[in-house]
């Protein structure tokens, strides 16, 4: 199955009990918005935000941007309503914590469709747990419904008993296998957050090193965080020049009848061009959501 190219490299947190945080929003240039229900809401707040979450997708104004809502787990008392509601809210996606299994997808699923969900409502799937993360293949590949796996490091440090240290060594099995299980059922994933948001050298080298292992982009818990993490996860100017090389190169040597491509001395194959016109696809699709 071919990824969706649909740019998420930054995917921004908004409180979804602040009203305030919510109109803000609308100017902060994140490729995406999760208003939260869940971590960001307490107990007692969370039936007002599920209104006023809801109203705020419906309402528009985010432009081409997509609007994802975390609701709470379905073993909550919040979760069966957060999902019904955001089911016609206008959201593009409901988030949903702790996903252990490809069963919690199928129930997600069905309650979706019991709630008049309209077709192009995906969901997204945290994988937070050590079940989730040893069933990441099966539930990557569970439904055309999902489409992205959200990566929640917090709760993999505290399931784990680590610490979250540079380089995240203590997660890197976790982060790799829900990797494979993405690109294997050609779904979107993207890294989980950064907590700390004044360590600006430490959040840009996370960021940079989640796109070296291969994430599509980040979550995100700060509007400051947005700019890096747009410009780490995108192609560089360099990149798109190369792209552009090797492409026109490939069909040169194509048309000439030639075997052998070389560009800048390098040997290019075919999965070189592959790479390529992904990353030329996905300069344009930046450019289409920016100018939108």
């Not at 009203?19 to 707040?45: C, N, Q």
């Not at 079940?131 to 990566?151: K, P």
């Not at 784990?160 to 890197?172: D, I, K, N, S, T």
């Amino acid at each position: 199955m071919e990824q969706d190219l649909r740019p998420r490299r930054s995917v921004l947190y908004m409180p979804g009990a602040n009203e305030r945080a919510l109109e803000k929003a609308k100017g902060i240039p994140a490729d995406a918005l999760i208003f939260d229900l869940e971590d960001a809401v307490s107990p007692d707040a969370k039936p007002e935000a599920r209104d006023r979450v809801c109203a705020a997708a419906s309402g528009g104004g985010y432009g081409l941007r997509e609007v994802v809502i975390r609701v709470n787990g379905l073993d909550t008392e919040w979760g069966a309503d957060d999902l019904a509601a955001a089911a016609t809210s206008g959201a593009a996606a409901v988030l949903v914590p702790k996903i252990d299994g490809p069963a919690d997808i199928a129930e997600i699923e069905r309650r979706l469709d019991a709630a008049g969900a309209p077709a192009g409502v995906r969901i997204w799937a945290m994988l937070e747990t050590p079940a989730g993360i040893f069933a990441a293949r099966e539930i990557a590949a569970a439904s055309d419904r999902l489409a992205v796996l959200v990566m929640g490091t917090n709760d993999i440090a505290k399931e784990l008993h680590a610490e979250h240290v540079p380089g995240r060594q203590p997660m890197l099995f976790a982060l790799q296998q829900c990797l494979l299980a993405a690109r294997l059922a050609g779904k979107v994933i993207l890294d989980g957050v950064y907590n700390d948001i004044k360590d600006e050298g430490g959040f840009e080298a996370e960021c940079v090193q989640g796109r070296q292992l291969g994430f599509d982009g980040k979550t995100l818990i700060h509007p400051t965080q947005v700019e890096p993490c747009n410009r780490v996860f995108a192609p560089s100017p360099t990149e798109v020049e190369q792209a552009r090389e090797i492409i026109e190169a490939f069909q040169a040597a194509q048309a000439a009848g030639k075997g052998v491509v070389s560009v800048n001395g390098r040997m290019i194959e075919n999965l070189h061009v592959e790479n390529a016109r992904r990353a030329l696809a996905l300069d344009e699709a930046i450019a289409a959501l920016q100018q939108g």
